[in-house]
């Protein structure tokens, strides 16, 4: 079981930067493809970013690359979403989730643990 806790969401202006941190529990932490969701209201879930379990190698949605970075610490069990240039758009809940597959997938159904979700406002 992976149990995974998001922060760093909140209120910010066009152009500006938030970070957010998901913390996970667990020993096998760094057997785990990490991802990053998105939730806009009224809106399926989408795909925003993810990253293998050596931090190697990372994938994102279209719609952020050269904006949002990915990134991981495998000592702290934890996983980091830099978000910069950031666009109302951008404006929805963001899952941290967890992924035993040993593949990065863009799909939902891949991943097996998810967090609680924070709450990324942009206003314009």
């Known amino acids: 079981q992976v149990q995974l806790v998001e922060s760093g969401g909140g209120l910010v202006q066009a152009g500006g930067s938030l970070r957010l941190s998901c913390a996970a529990s667990?020993?096998?932490?760094?057997?785990?493809?990490m991802g990053w969701f998105r939730q806009a209201s009224g809106k399926e879930r989408e795909f925003v970013a993810a990253?293998?379990?050596?931090?190697?190698?990372?994938y994102y949605a279209d719609s952020v690359k050269g904006r949002f970075t990915i990134s991981r610490d495998n000592a702290k069990n934890t996983v980091f979403l830099q978000m910069n240039s950031l666009k109302p758009e951008d404006t929805a809940v963001y899952y941290c989730?967890?992924?035993?597959?040993?593949?990065?997938?863009?799909?939902?159904?891949?991943?097996?643990?998810w967090g609680q979700g924070t709450q990324v406002t942009v206003s314009s």
């Open positions: 989730t967890a992924s035993s597959a040993g593949w990065v997938s863009r799909r939902v159904g891949e991943y097996d643990y």
């Open positions: 667990g020993r096998t932490f760094s057997t785990y493809v």
């Open positions: 990253i293998n379990w050596s931090g190697s190698n990372t």
